[in-house]
């Protein structure tokens, strides 16, 4: 019989230790399918943060350093400085990149370094049991913002990817989501996307993902699918902040 | 410069040695007084093609650092003392991950922002580990600008044979201080491989990992095991001091760099009164120096030992476990950015001489 799918070789045999109904899976699964179809999974090393994706190095199977807690944009900086010519990208969650790390994430973006940074924002911390982020919603309960998230109390939530488009050194940023096939689809566009822009060498590149946690929103899987299209996009709009004009399949721009 | 003899500040031989020694990755944040290393690499590094970053934090520079260790570089950062405290998160996951890499503390007067004049008060956060969990540094005091050349270089040796880190503890008087320096026209670089580096897999059936993270309390207990297994060696084979005058000696100085230059002065000027002063002077901190401090405690012609620091006392510590009751333990140190006169030590000497046995420790 003749084989029509395999399991991509970007990822390893390991089984995911992620929860039902989380998109790390996802995520993880578009990224490592296009290391395979550009080429660069022998060539590319991850960056693995603190959160629930802290060994997502036992998934990917590039070579991989793990980071201190907000301190991988720093991490990426150190190791592409060395190797010039390969591919280094983190893999975030939003306490990591969005609270402890916005010094790391700001300063690695404008100093324009050819690195991306996968940024998967599910407005709360996943590993360490549901307590506010930066990224979460005003009036979203989490387990440090009991009685919702108070503008007057806790502020206001972060966008990222806004913030980020501001700076020069930051050439590519979008924002994705994977609620359905059309949109992971779109999604693996915007991570080869980034990865061609580190590829051509023009400087810092971004992919945000809205993401659910189902565990820590107290929600079912679907119904988080529902939530995070109700709620979190009209915080969080998808759409590219910055390089929507760079096409590959332009000359100028591929070199 | 090969095989010649220049003028030549201390910082700027710190940056030089580790260039000599392949060096050619350099991340750091600016801070007094050890901006002249910083300086010297902003410069160097871009004409020799390698990397310098200025980082937007001691938290970022350490990080890079790790970075390029992980992905096999042979890298540097410096800075002082309160820098230093914000390397401390970096400096254990360093530890933890096994990379080699080359830490500079060029040492001012704490606590807190305290002032930017010389201390060797950051002797406990050097030698004790300074971050979270069980690990070490490997500690090294050079006491010239000379030796500030020769042991940098031997630093980034050091650090790629043990993975791990290797701080130079200096201070404000050493960075600052310009003494003549002689280069070697080619330096002892060892080079070892590093199958263990995150450089991309290029082919190698498995993908490399350099982690921290031990999830399984029996992997991460083994793993602690394998660390102290590795200090264990380096104390037995890596301890260096310079001892002397121990023979004859009556009283035994302890002291380290920038206070060790002190008290050899007042070791003549204490002769010329007919008192026989000797000196142990520790070259690596971690490992210290116990073996010779015990030996030197056992003989019947010293009667006792004083410990000169530009701190409240810290070393004196280690000096009085290695003496272990057998020979009073004496203390002279100033704080603050302040140096000791070689008066104020010779008085201490002279007190010491006249009654061995009063105004010692506990």
């Known amino acids: 019989m003749a084989v029509v799918f395999e399991p991509t070789k970007g990822l390893t045999d390991k089984p995911f230790h992620y929860c039902p109904g989380c998109n790390h899976g996802i995520i993880h699964r578009i990224i490592a399918e296009s290391m395979v179809e550009l080429g660069i999974l022998e060539d590319t090393v991850s960056v693995a943060s603190v959160g629930c994706t802290y060994n997502s190095y036992d998934y990917f199977a590039c070579d991989a350093v793990q980071a201190a807690h907000g301190r991988a944009p720093a991490v990426a900086t150190g190791i592409k400085r060395t190797l010039k010519d390969k591919i280094v990208f983190t893999y975030q969650g939003d306490g990591d990149l969005a609270s402890i790390g916005t010094a790391e994430i700001i300063h690695a973006a404008a100093r324009g370094e050819k690195i991306t940074a996968f940024f998967v924002n599910n407005a709360v ?47 590519y940023v979008e924002r994705v989501c994977l609620t359905d096939f059309k949109n992971i689809q779109n999604a693996k566009k915007a991570v080869q996307k980034a990865f061609k822009v580190q590829q051509a060498g023009l400087g810092f590149s971004m992919v945000e993902f809205l993401s659910t946690c189902p565990t820590n929103w107290g929600k079912e899987p679907v119904e988080s699918m529902e939530w995070l299209k109700e709620k979190m996009i009209p915080q969080y709009p998808l759409g590219c902040f910055k390089g929507a004009d760079i096409d590959f399949s332009k000359k100028e721009d591929a070199q | 410069m090969a095989n010649k003899k220049v003028l030549m500040k201390g910082n700027e031989v710190i940056a030089e040695a580790a260039l000599r020694a392949g060096c050619r990755n350099y991340f750091g944040y600016p801070i007094t007084p050890q901006t002249e290393v910083m300086h010297y690499m902003a410069k160097k590094m871009v004409q020799i093609g ?32 309160p820098g230093i405290s914000l390397k ?11 990379l080699p890499a080359v830490c500079v503390n060029i040492v001012r007067a704490g606590p807190g922002l305290g002032g930017i004049l010389p201390s060797q008060g950051d002797y406990w956060q050097a030698t004790k580990g300074g971050g979270h969990g069980d690990y070490r540094n490997l500690v090294i005091a050079p006491a010239s600008v000379q030796e500030l050349y020769e042991l940098t270089v031997e630093a980034f040796n050091l650090a790629d044979k043990y993975r791990m880190l290797v701080m130079i503890l200096g201070d404000g008087t050493l960075g600052q201080m310009m003494e003549p320096v002689l280069f070697r026209d080619e330096e002892p670089i060892e ?126 510590e280690d000096v009085e476990l290695a003496v272990s009751g057998k020979k009073p333990v004496h203390f002279y140190g100033r704080m603050g950015g302040n140096l000791p006169t070689q008066k104020e030590i010779l008085d201490k000497i002279i007190a010491i001489h006249n009654n061995p046995n009063e105004g010692g420790r506990g």
């Open chain 2, 191 to 316: 080079k070892i491989e590093k199958p263990w580096a995150a450089v991309g897999r290029g082919g190698r059936e498995k993908h490399n990992t350099v982690t921290s993270i031990y999830i399984d309390p029996d992997d991460l207990e083994a793993k602690n095991h394998e660390l102290q297994d590795k200090y264990k060696y380096i104390e037995e084979n890596e301890v260096r001091y310079e001892a002397y005058g121990l023979e004859d000696a009556e009283i035994v100085i302890t002291a380290f760099s920038t206070c060790s230059r002190i008290c050899k002065n007042v070791i003549k000027q204490a002769a010329e009164q007919g008192i026989k002063v000797g000196m142990i002077r520790p070259i690596t901190l971690w490992p210290f120096p116990k073996d010779i401090i015990r030996e030197t405690a056992a003989r019947d012609n010293v009667k006792a030992f004083l410990d000169v620091e530009l701190s409240a006392g810290q070393m004196v």
């Open chain 2, 50 to 81: 390698g990397n310098f970053v200025q980082a937007e934090s001691e938290v970022s520079a350490i990080n890079m650092v790790y970075g390029a260790a992980a992905a096999g570089a042979r890298v540097m950062t410096s800075s002082s003392s």
């Open chain 1, 125 to 171: 911390y996943g590993m360490t049991s549901g307590q506010m982020a930066p990224t979460t919603l005003l009036g979203q309960v989490t387990t440090t913002s009991p009685f919702g998230r108070d503008a007057s109390y806790q502020g206001y939530p972060i966008n990222v990817s806004e913030l980020i488009s501001q700076l020069t050194g930051a050439v």
């Open chain 2, 88 to 98: 401390q998160e970096g400096i254990s996951y360093i530890a933890g991950a096994e």
